[in-house]
């Protein structure tokens, strides 16, 4: 009988469909790549958020963006442009396509800690061929969003002091930067203010507290209004209709005065987590920021 039983288990395990992993991108080729060149004295290295479902191949279930065939990435397209047109001003933008994990990667800490290093990976090949081979010694802003913000710090805490210098300031958007890697990593530096550089910029928006998403705001320790660079509780009107005022003790972005709706990811985020609008809200202030903190930059160097 217990051998009948292992053979039984043996074959049910032989037929359990292996997981699909797709291709790595090739960062040499150009498909790897969104690029728009300005011939602008400094680079946005722009790291996407969760633009990707599960979906199937014969069958199984695949849990990665199939970044080595970027027409396949539409949705990653379509932010990587709207970012550009929205933050780069006048800068070089770089913004690879890269096996991100799926949205439903999301609903479980234990999958995102298995499937994660490998769009991580990617992410690391990636910026690595830029420096070596696109960057040509420029001066850099980083930012990422979502998925793209835990990348980035990421990112951050293998920065060597070589490239952090020349690294004007980093934008995570819509993650958290834990106390202990804010202690830990010294490229990780809380900005303080409008324009001083070689800091990391980070900020969640809620309506109230309890409306905030613990996967990617519980913990945070950095935290900035963007909209008057300000640490403490100031507030600061937006569009004329929002007051935007920034909590010290949760360090989250507390939004008075928005009345839409449809707008949450559902289950993924609730009404009140204002996560889908970090960057389309704050568009105008982030790409005078990142100016500001261009000029500062270069002003230093060439003092």
């Given at each position: ?11 049910a395990?032989?037929c ?6 797709p ?7 150009a498909t790897?790549?969104?690029v ?12 996407s ?27 990653m397209?379509?932010?990587m442009?709207g ?10 933008y ?13 609903a479980?800490?234990?999958l995102?800690?298995a499937r994660?290093?490998l769009?991580?990976?990617?992410v690391r ?5 830029y420096?070596?081979?696109?960057n040509?010694?420029r001066?850099?802003v ?13 990112l951050l805490k293998e920065?060597?002091e070589?490239?952090h210098?020349r ?5 995570v ?9 804010l ?7 809380a900005?303080?203010g ?15 507290p ?8 519980y913990?945070n ?12 509780a ?11 005022t920034l909590?010290?003790a ?5 939004v ?5 709706t449809?707008?949450?990811w559902?289950p ?6 204002y ?6 809200w704050?568009?105008?202030?982030l790409?005078?920021?990142?100016a ?6 270069l ?5």
């Amino acid at each position: 009988m217990k051998a009948r039983f292992l053979l039984v288990l043996l074959a049910a395990v032989s037929c359990a469909p292996k997981e699909i992993i797709p291709e790595a991108p090739d960062y040499s080729q150009a498909t790897s790549w969104y690029v728009t060149d300005r011939s602008s004295d400094i680079d946005l290295f722009y790291i996407s958020s969760t633009e990707t479902f599960d979906y199937k191949v014969k069958g199984t279930a695949v849990h990665y963006a199939w970044a080595a065939d970027s027409s396949a990435c539409s949705g990653m397209r379509g932010e990587m442009e709207g970012v550009d047109a929205i933050l780069s001003g006048n800068l070089n933008y770089y913004s690879p396509f890269y096996r991100q994990v799926t949205m439903e990667t999301y609903a479980d800490t234990t999958l995102i800690a298995a499937r994660f290093p490998l769009a991580m990976g990617d992410v690391r090949a990636a910026f690595q061929y830029y420096i070596e081979n696109l960057n040509e010694g420029r001066p850099f802003v980083l930012a990422g969003f979502s998925q793209g913000g835990q990348a980035l710090v990421e990112l951050l805490k293998e920065l060597p002091e070589s490239l952090h210098e020349r690294m004007v300031a980093a934008y995570v958007l819509g993650w958290k930067i834990t106390g202990s890697e804010l202690e830990d990593y010294t490229s990780i530096v809380a900005a303080q203010g409008a324009d001083d550089t070689g800091v990391t910029i980070c900020y969640n928006s809620v309506k109230e507290p309890e409306d905030a998403n613990p996967l990617v705001s519980y913990g945070n320790s950095v935290a900035i209004n963007p909209v008057n660079w300000r640490t403490d509780a100031t507030p600061a009107v937006l569009f004329d209709t929002l007051t935007v005022t920034l909590d010290p003790a949760t360090k989250l972005l507390l939004v008075d005065g928005f009345e839409g709706t449809g707008y949450a990811w559902k289950p993924y985020f609730k009404d009140g987590c204002y996560h889908t609008f970090e960057i389309r809200w704050y568009g105008d202030c982030l790409r005078q920021n990142i100016a500001d903190r261009c000029e500062a930059y270069l002003q230093s160097v060439q003092q």
